[in-house]
């Protein structure tokens, strides 16, 4: 009976040697507030650094980039700093710290992958937040580049988010990169209609108006069609940050509907008769 309760007292002093003493309990504290106050501290200089750069005007990725560079250095002091604490020695801090950047590289993989991918869509910047891009099939403008995806708003009013991988390893095609985009109309030309004049009038009509570029000049031909007839072919180019796209193509659309159902202006007839003398 004696031995019994011999080997239960060891056994309960055994258990008693692996409970956190109040040293380790205060260390334990220490570095959750200090991992707290770089946490808080890296939220107030994401603030500050996206405010002065918002006050400088400098480009919204930018501004973008330095304000998650600096949170995450700031985070990433506070974890070796808490980690010190804990374990009282910077070697072995930086040492486990190599351990889990592996562990966590293999674990979430993916999601560094877009991580790191996102940095350097923001580093390059093939496109910058309010273009209109393709990608993966999808056309949209490019409203925010977040630490996973790429958000894009299409026309018709649907937000698209495209994986940063995707993104960097894909082709873009940047639709908004120069001032000016090519647009083209195409309409029937109806049966027996004086297609010269037609085109000539619509050249000039289309060179005459301000809201298209000059260079490169307004193009306005004919295209056989599959039914035997002719295809009146419009192309002209746009400066489509100063004027909406969608008013002038109905614009142009209706010189086209005009000119080719107007009829053309009679010319004088000539009198036959002389004058009659005395």
Do not use: C
């Not at 808080?40 to 750069?53: D, H, Q, S, T, W």
């Not at 994986?163 to 030309?189: D, H, M, Q």
């Not at 619509?202 to 056989?224: C, F, T």
Request: proline share 5%; aromatic share 8%.
């Amino acid at each position: 009976m004696g031995a019994m309760l011999a080997a239960k007292t060891i056994d309960w002093d055994t258990f008693l040697s692996y409970l956190p003493t109040v040293h380790d309990l205060f260390k334990v504290a220490a570095s959750l507030v200090v991992l707290g106050l770089f946490w808080v501290l890296g939220r107030l200089v994401r603030g500050l650094a996206g405010k002065e750069l918002r006050r400088v005007k400098a480009d919204q990725q930018v501004a973008l980039l330095v304000s998650r560079i600096s949170f995450l250095a700031a985070l990433l002091i506070g974890a070796i700093a808490a980690f010190t604490i804990l374990f009282g020695s910077p070697a072995l801090v930086f040492g486990g710290f190599g351990f889990l950047a592996l562990a966590v590289s293999l674990a979430f993989q993916d999601i560094l992958k877009n991580f790191i991918a996102g940095m350097f869509l923001l580093l390059e910047r093939p496109f910058r937040i309010g273009d209109e891009i393709t990608v993966d099939n999808h056309t949209g403008l490019v409203e925010n580049i977040e630490m996973r995806t790429t958000t894009l708003r299409t026309t018709e009013g649907e937000q698209v988010l495209v994986p940063n991988s995707l993104v960097y390893t894909g082709t873009i095609i940047n639709r908004t990169r120069y001032p000016t985009r090519l647009f083209t109309l195409t309409a029937k030309v109806p049966d027996g209609a004086p297609v010269d004049e037609l085109v000539e009038r619509l050249r000039e009509a289309i060179k005459s108006r301000p809201d298209i570029a000059k260079d490169p000049s307004p193009h306005v031909g004919l295209q056989p069609s599959v039914d035997g007839g002719l295809t009146l072919e419009v192309r002209y180019w746009l400066d489509y940050r100063r004027n909406d796209p969608l008013l002038v193509q109905a614009a142009i659309g209706q010189q086209i509907y005009q000119a080719m159902h107007s009829r053309p202006a009679a010319a004088p007839a000539s009198s036959s008769r002389k004058p009659s003398g005395t």
